[in-house]
C-alpha cells in the first residue's frame, strides 16, 4: 500500500515538473519591420504581453538603426511562449520618442504585428496579438496613422 502511494505522489510531481518546464519554454522572435528610409534613423520595437500593459510599459524594448534597404530585422532569443502584441515605430529623427502632432496622431512612421492599422487611436491588443509557441517570424509594414 505504501509503495502504490509513493508511486502516486512521484507521477502526480513528475506530472507538475512537466506542466511547469512547458509554461516555460522559450524560443527566438525574429521581427521584420520594413519602410524606413534607407540609412536614416531608427526603429524602437516594444513587445507588450498583456492589454493591461499595452502601449504603456513593454517588456521587451529595443531600438535598431535602419539599413541599407529601409529595414530593419530585430531578433529576441529567449522569449517565453505567450500572447504577444508588437509596435514599432520609425523614429527617423533618432530622438527616442515618438513624435506626434496636434492631436496626438504620430507624424512618424508606425507599425503593429498582424499589419494592424488603428482607426481613430491605435488598434487594441486582441487585434494584434500573436501567439508565440516556438521560433516564429514576422513581419510588420511601417505606415503614416494618417493612412
Do not use: R, W
Not at 522572435?29 to 524606413?36: H, K, R, W
Not at 502632432?101 to 492599422?117: D, R
Request: glycine share 8%; aromatic share 8%; net charge negative.
Amino acid at each position: 500500500m505504501l509503495i502504490n502511494q509513493s508511486k502516486i505522489i512521484l507521477s502526480f510531481y513528475l506530472c507538475l515538473l512537466s506542466v511547469a518546464l512547458v509554461s516555460q519554454e522559450k524560443g527566438v522572435l525574429e521581427v521584420l519591420v520594413s519602410g524606413a528610409k534607407p540609412n536614416h534613423g531608427q526603429v524602437i520595437l516594444s513587445i507588450f504581453n498583456s492589454e493591461d500593459n499595452y502601449l504603456n510599459t513593454p517588456v521587451v524594448g529595443m531600438i535598431e538603426k535602419v539599413n541599407a534597404s529601409g529595414k530593419v530585422t530585430f531578433h529576441l532569443p529567449g522569449l517565453s511562449t505567450g500572447d504577444y502584441a508588437i509596435s514599432a515605430f520609425y523614429d527617423e529623427d533618432e530622438n527616442g520618442e515618438l513624435n506626434t502632432g496636434f492631436l496626438g496622431i504620430p507624424t512618424e512612421l508606425v507599425g503593429f504585428s498582424n499589419n494592424v492599422k488603428g482607426s481613430f487611436g491605435p488598434p487594441s491588443f486582441n487585434q494584434v496579438k500573436i501567439e508565440f509557441t516556438d521560433n516564429k517570424k514576422i513581419s510588420i509594414n511601417l505606415n503614416s496613422a494618417n493612412e
